[in-house]
């Protein structure tokens, strides 16, 4: 397969559990490159544990997850932006300091840019990360992971437990931010208003994969992304 | 990349353990002054064979403390959530491995010479307070002529070379136990947040350091029974400490590759870890 048209995320029969508690079943699917994924579905459907498979974070699992056509590794790390669902900076790190980290390891971190969209969200270089309030402790996280121009981004929940405000600075922040053909992988329960963001809606529940379409396709067919939502999962919300 | 992160790992590690070192230091440094001064009473030199008996536990305190420092830190950075820092970065799981490795084993050694250095200090300000107290304080003091007599059997070496081939050689030998230790500690941390041990991998941890130990006492109870020359330590078995010398580096360079080959195989089998069995949780 040529670069071109190689997917941004192909997973074959893929099969994550923990211990007897089977979380995703011989699921397959590709993701083309340049999209914006939605990955939807309730607690414990197994979204964070399908973006840890993809991130490195996690590989006692069984069958085959690529990245632009390479096996999960330092090569796929040094092209996936990873936001995860924590906080995973020291506490005694300031964010200069996280700064300097992130620009010693990843070679498209833009550390210009970093220390510009620093003075845009309020927040000082000397300021150390367990002095910082959670909302401050998100955008630096945030700052960091869209600072690189990364052929993907792997995005945990990064709307959950904000205010519609600083929902629509976080959306803002991402789409602003990310480079042209890049693919966003973005995971959340926030269905509503996420309609006109996403190209493709995934949606995995009882162990597999239960929607994977484009959503201006559902549109087409009469039908909203929570409309789907609620059809494919009744027994949430 | 290894530079980059022996830096970091480097920095992170020694952000606490520095300052046990330095305070290490620093004690040695203070009880030294107040040893060194002429013309004391009694009392004042009571005062500073206790400060310098302390010394012993602040010398014996810095190794064991740097351990566990090292043990939290190691812990911490890979396994919490600070692990997703690490396991998203662009390296090879053998260098991020490697790393962690070398920077536990530097600062280790470190905090070691300076236990060694709180000991060299504490004899010498106990030779020095003998020195400057006088006869008519020490036949004052019961038992002080004997511990005077005692600490100059103690503190005799035949030459400077020959010190500094023991120092070598007990450096070395020191050297390959870290290794082998640290080696062992950082397998038994990575197989502990593996599944079925991450429920409770704090437990598992210990139960598992705590089997390693006795593991390793009794393969090298069973080792120097079985082979015709003492396995480890022969430098203190031969009972002069410069005594049969040739033959102990002989043996301990035996002890060395052996050490060296099981603190590799650790490697492998953590490398093996690192890439197949991770799950952060």
Avoid at chain 1, 76 to 88: I, Q, S
Avoid at chain 2, 69 to 98: C, D, H, M, W
Wanted: some cysteine; overall charge positive.
């Amino acid at each position: 397969m040529n670069e071109s048209t190689r997917s941004a995320i192909s997973i074959q029969n893929l099969t994550k559990s923990y211990g007897s508690h089977v979380v995703l079943e011989n699921i397959s699917l590709e993701i083309p490159r340049g999209q914006i994924v939605g990955l939807m579905g309730p607690n414990g459907s197994g979204k964070t544990s399908l973006m840890k498979i993809l991130t490195g974070m996690i590989n006692d699992y069984s069958g085959q997850a690529l990245i632009d056509g390479e096996p999960i590794g330092a090569r796929t790390k040094a092209a996936v932006a990873y936001l995860p669902d924590k906080n995973f900076l020291p506490g005694w790190m300031t964010a200069k300091q996280a700064i300097n980290y992130f620009a010693d390891f990843y070679k498209n971190f833009d550390k210009a840019k970093a220390f510009e969209m620093l003075g845009a969200f309020w927040l000082e270089p000397g300021m150390k990360v367990k002095t910082m309030s959670k909302g401050m402790q998100e955008k630096l996280l945030l700052l960091l992971v869209m600072c690189r121009a990364a052929k993907l981004y792997v995005l945990d929940e990064p709307l959950g437990g904000v205010d519609p405000s600083a929902r629509q600075f976080i959306m803002d922040t991402i789409l602003g931010n990310r480079p042209e053909g890049s693919t966003i992988l973005l995971s959340t329960h926030m269905v509503y208003d996420m309609e006109r963001v996403f190209d493709i809606a995934l949606m995995i529940g009882r162990k597999q994969v239960l929607v994977n379409d484009r959503v201006a396709s559902l549109s087409a067919r009469g039908k909203t992304l929570n409309q789907l939502f609620q059809e494919v999962f009744p027994y949430v919300g | 990349m290894l530079g980059k992160l022996l830096k970091h790992d480097f920095m992170q590690t020694g952000r606490s353990i520095f300052w046990l070192m330095a305070g290490g230091a620093a004690v040695g440094g203070l009880v030294t002054i107040i040893s060194s001064t002429k013309d004391i009473g009694a009392g004042q030199f009571a005062a500073a064979m206790l400060l310098n008996a302390l010394l012993i536990f602040v010398a014996l305190a810095i190794p064991v403390l740097s351990l566990v420092f090292i043990l939290v830190s190691t812990n911490r950075s890979l396994f919490t959530e600070q692990g997703y820092l690490a396991f998203s970065l662009p390296v090879s799981s053998e260098k991020l491995l490697l790393s962690r490795f070398l920077t536990n084993v530097i600062w280790i050694l470190l905090n070691y010479l300076v236990s060694v250095g709180l000991f060299a200090v504490m004899m010498t300000n106990l030779r020095r307070m003998f020195k400057n107290a006088g006869e008519s304080l020490l036949a004052s003091m019961e038992g002080a002529g004997d511990l005077q007599a005692q600490l100059g059997d103690a503190f005799y070496f035949p030459s400077f070379s020959a010190v500094l081939q023991f120092g070598g050689l007990l450096l070395a030998t020191l050297l390959m136990f870290l290794i082998l230790a640290m080696m062992t500690a950082i397998f038994v941390i990575t197989l502990s947040h593996v599944r079925p041990f991450q429920q409770m991998a704090g437990l598992w941890m210990i139960v598992f350091l705590v089997a390693s130990s006795v593991l390793f006492f009794f393969s090298v109870k069973w080792i120097s029974q079985a082979l015709p020359w003492p396995f480890i330590l022969t430098i203190f078995a031969t009972g002069d400490m410069l005594g049969g010398q040739n033959e102990s580096v002989t043996v301990n360079m035996t002890t060395a590759l052996v050490m060296l080959g099981l603190s590799g195989g650790l490697f492998a089998v953590t490398d093996w870890l690192f890439k197949r069995k991770i799950s952060l949780k």
